[in-house]
């Protein structure tokens, strides 16, 4: 070492002769490669704030520029190698040779850690918040799914997700919208554990350059992602208990060798749960009344695999390709027990049935990502193409048996279907952006996207033992669909006021064939998107401001919703697509105050027109049969107030609550809900040494609005801890979700003059385990965050 420190000094002594102000070199470790991203820094002697610092590039080159007329330091560091020093007199002349300095790695590298500063959970961007989950003790366990609740604002109920109570939230995966809907989302989020994942990105308004479907704003998983050449990453286990037991595992891995980076990461779930309800209908012009009693056990089992590689082209370009899979297995059977009260005990029915239902998805996304760096500041040109193929097999069936008041046998049914899905979707994005002077920047983008979708069922019933097909039950729908978009987008500075303006268009054109009746539904429309953030700064230093945000949107309706398909819920409860459903539209306004770049204050308007929603409806023909479908309805107007405060009450505790109480005015041909909602949110993280920590998570909603469903106050607490282990290499977590049982859903739909009561409990209640073990050989460089052109449609799947 001290041999290498000599001959860098000498270096660096005859570079300052031959060099006016500016140093040019190369770093390299002991085999001579490159060392990208090694701090260089040149400070006066006895100053401790450098003169000049930088960082070297993807070859290891660097270029800065010093004070030659007093002595100076010049340090070389790297995660890893032994910085070097050295110093020099004042000397003058020019450079002709760069420098080549030679780092040493340390010794026993593979067991040096290096702690650094713990991220807040939640911190606030001009345009999102994001949840930060690593290193947070309470998503230990837990899938991307329930990770969302703990973010300011977001609420999850029965799969449905919301942000600041507008539905049609959209989830993209490092910033590729996931083609996904209902209960294909629901299965590859339950598949996606919080082990994979770094952070969390709420845009509750999406400016121009995404795609304008989603009025309830999008959600942003980002992935963790290694940052070490050579082979590193990590293994982790997790174990999940409630009133039943669950697990997941998974492995990531991560290699680099000079240009060429590829990386695999493997997880698998298992888990079991249950749904208890208890149901009560009411009617007004019929002679009798309805009660139901029913359980669910609900089997998940998941495989996801994501890998791919990147091929720098050049230090200002490359090229990648990734492949997405998810394979799951849902089954959930349903236990039933209901009572037919006709107000004449020789009339009563008691009905006992199983209804099961199996479920199976194969997710499948192949993407193509090109990027060119245009100059320094940041201009530069993408070019995106996606294939998704998403299968759905979905059986569902009944078994039940007719009693009358004296337990006496009267008759049983034996129904089945099966409903399969096939979709294909390509997609293609460019995009161009160009950095102006003065930190403005205008960006310019189009988009292609071809969707087809063949669905089917068949239906059977058994007669005398045996299975016969029913024809007339049977259907053939196909869906296609085509959108062409385009968008700019104007970031920059007027009148000391920042602004980002854009203006998207799309054109779609669909069809819709139910084959088994020749009808046809065709649509093509155009439509204009624009969006405005204002941010107005109300002191020099910046960090209290005024902002303003304008956007319209719009939300076509789900692959899934539009596909006209049965699935019996029980004998008296059945679930339907729509086919006939068009889009809804959206128009927000929002103003918003923030001290100290901290609390933020807001006040929001949002018009909905032809929301599209779940509804319970009565069937005219049969009263007794109750029909879960979807339904444009009428409007919704949203008033929305909101603050997030994050506090740091002493050096080891810091908190962040979120406020919000927002007036729903809600109006459909059949019903009419005015609403004032209080929902309250306060994440608390207890910091005991580097090693431990403990979090607190509680959160609290008067009511929730689905559709023609009013659900009662919703709260509930979870705490969990960490500790590191083995040099801070393995990290333990343990959680208890919802310790005093307090979650419970009882609300109360309406429809004309009928109305149902439901109270339902779920496996809340939880104790998770996780174990995680990261392993690192090689040399840090930067990773590239890979996007999706298929962003818009993974959602609606």
Known sequence: MKKLGILLIGLFISGLCLAQDIIRGKVVDDAGSPVPFATISISVKNDSIPSAVKLTDNNGQF???????????????????????AEAKPLSGKLTDPLILTLKAKKNNLAEVTVTGRKKLITQKIDRLVLNINNNALTAGKSSLEIFSMAPGVFVNNGSISINGNRGTRVMINGKILQLTGDDLNSYLNNLRADDIE????????????????????????????????????????YTQGRYAGTNEGVRL????????????????????????????HYVDQPYQFAESARRIINDNGHR??????YDISPKQYIAIDYVGSFSKRISPYYSSAFVDYN??????????????????????????????????????????????????????????FYNYNNVFLSDTAFRNTTPSDASIYTADARYTKVLANKN???????????????????????????????????IYDYKEKIIAGYFNYSGTVLNTSVKLGLRGEYTDMSGNLLTSNQLTKRDYFNLFPSLFLKRNLNKKGDNYLSLYYGRRLSRPSYNSLNPY????????????????TPSYSNVYEVGFTLKSKYSFKAGYQHDKDLVSQFIKVDDQNPLLWIYTFENYGRNRNLNFSANVPVSITKWWESNTNVQLRHQDISTPDLEIRKWIFYLQTNHDFRLS????????????????????LTEKLYSVNIGGQYKLLSNRMLVRATVSDPFYTYKIVGTSIYKNYSSSVSQRRQSRTFNLSLTYNFDLGKSFKSKKLQKSSEEEEKRL
């Open 199 to 238: 952070s969390v990105e709420v845009i509750a308004h999406p400016p121009a350059e995404y795609e304008a479907q989603g009025t309830g704003g999008m959600l942003n998983i980002i992935l963790k992602k290694q940052t070490s050449a050579g082979l590193n990453g990590s293994v982790n286990a997790g």
């Open 63 to 85: 270029e800065l520029k010093y004070d030659n007329n007093r002595i100076q330091i010049l340090k070389v560091a790297y995660l890893g190698y032994e910085s070097l020093v």
């Open 566 to 581: 049965e699935s019996y819920i029980n004998n008296y409860s059945v679930g339907r697509g729509n086919p006939y459903l």
């Open 344 to 401: 004449d005990q020789a009339e009563n029915v008691i009905n006992i049935g199983t209804f099961p239902t199996d479920t199976k998805t194969n997710y499948n996304n192949i993407g193509m990502n090109y990027s060119l760096a245009l100059d320094k500041s940041g201009s530069g040109f993408q070019v995106l193409a996606d294939y998704t193929s998403n299968k759905l097999t979905k059986n569902s069936a009944a078994n039940s048996a």
């Open 690 to 709: 580097s090693k431990a920590s403990i979090n607190l998570n509680a959160y609290y909603i008067s009511n929730v609005i689905s559709g023609n469903l």
């Open 305 to 310: 695999i994501n890998t791919g590689a990147i």
């Open 441 to 475: 920047s205008l960006s310019l983008g189009v988009k292609g996207a071809s969707t087809v979708i063949n669905n089917s069922a068949a239906f059977e019933s058994l007669e005398n033992g045996l299975w016969e097909s029913n024809p007339e039950q049977d259907y």
């Open 254 to 281: 991560n290699f680099r060798e000079g240009k060429v980076s590829a990386f695999a990461n493997y997880n698998f779930n298992k888990l079991k749960s249950y749904e208890n309800s208890e149901m009560t209908r």
